[in-house]
């Protein structure tokens, strides 16, 4: 090679070498997902047919498991679907399904509104993958069991029976167990369960709601006379303020309960959640609200993930429902929240955070119990809204 020609060789392989693309792919949020809870899944492992199987968040940072019969036992399975929706691996769905089936017994617990949750986000959630008679009967058989806390008189299903301070208490997170009762109904064709979650949701609509269009969050009720007898908080600040994560079940709610019935009413109810949530003069710039909007804002006060994470999942199905601009408005502040919650300062680095995804949400502030940590469902609606990102985005063509 002549002199001149080896000199220009030489100038191309150092600018190819500048140039050349990294041989390692960076790892996405979804790979670092799955490797979290392919750690997660490893850690419980040991457990699997003991009394305490479910992860649902950490303690002095170590690992903190429930039984079946807490609130929270379907967020773990149900993230697992959301996984497999996420990725359509097997894995997932193997994994998905070993753990919903361990709810069975749920379908016939009386005792708690919140079958709703469990049973709707594991059964609910298999049944958009997969054709089950048995799963049907599951919905539908909880749907009878949830059925019996109907109060007719006061129209609402009751939320509690542990408290001596109230007759007939409803909170605002009842909004997401009538999601079954629908479910029921359409697998069913017995429009019991429609027409107890219309009711809830109407009565729910009619006294939960103040002036600005935030919630309280308990409401007591007359189960003889339907009287509201008292108007309190049991995880907000005080009574009158606005508990973060209790709006963000009331925004999911009244947006599924439009889904559900197509009645305008909850759509107009939706919106003007959706304004107080991302309009309210209290809301950091990252769009992670602190654990109750009337909180006093400061550097040290706890911020929750998981209501952002709700938030972020109603608003993508609400921009589905939504007129242009309005939709774009929601998708965009949906879009702020996840870019936040997948950043580090909330998304756990591997092998952190008990392999939970979130970091930094709270559970109840006023009983300190859980400030500050990782929470099983804050993970859950946090897949779903990247999976509703994935969905509504008009390009995914992989509908299920
Ligand atoms: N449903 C209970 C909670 O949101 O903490």
Known sequence: ??????????????????????????QTTLDVTQAHYDSLYAAIAPLKNGKK????????????????????????????????????????????????EKLDSIQYWEGNHDVGFIMECTYGNALKYTDSPVYDSVIVQTARSLSTRFRPQAGVLQSWDWSKKWDCPVIIDNMMNLELLFHATRISGDSTYYNIAVSHADTTLKNHYREDNSSYHVLDYDTETGKVLQKNTHQGLSD???W????????????MCYRETGDSRYLEHAQKIADFIQNHPNLPKDKIPYWD?????????????????IAASALYELSTFTENEKAQIHRNFADQIVTSLSS?????????????????????????????VPL?????????????????????????
């Open 1 to 26: 090679m002549k002199p001149r020609f080896a000199l220009l060789f030489i100038m191309i392989m150092i600018w190819m070498g500048c140039t050349e693309k990294p041989t390692k792919t960076p």
């Open 53 to 100: 199987m479910m992860p649902r968040t950490t303690r002095n940072g170590k690992l903190v498991t429930v039984g079946i019969y807490d609130w929270t036992s379907g967020f773990f399975p149900a993230s697992l679907w959301n996984l497999y929706g996420l990725t359509k691996k097997k894995k997932w769905k193997d994994r998905a399904v070993e753990y919903t």
């Open 240 to 242: 009158n303020s606005a």
């Open 244 to 255: 973060a994560r209790g709006q963000a079940w009331g925004l999911y709610g009244f947006t």
């Open 293 to 309: 909007y009337d909180a006093p804002a400061s550097e040290n006060t706890p911020r929750d993930a998981s209501a952002a994470a």
């Open 344 to 372: 580090p300062a909330y998304f756990a680095a591997l092998g952190d955070n008990a392999d939970f995804l979130l970091m930094h949400s709270v559970g109840s502030k006023p009983h300190d119990v859980e400030v500050d």
């Open 376 to 400: 099983n469902y804050a993970d859950y609606y946090f897949l779903e809204a990247l999976l509703r990102k994935k969905e509504t985005d008009g390009s995914e063509k992989d509908k299920h």
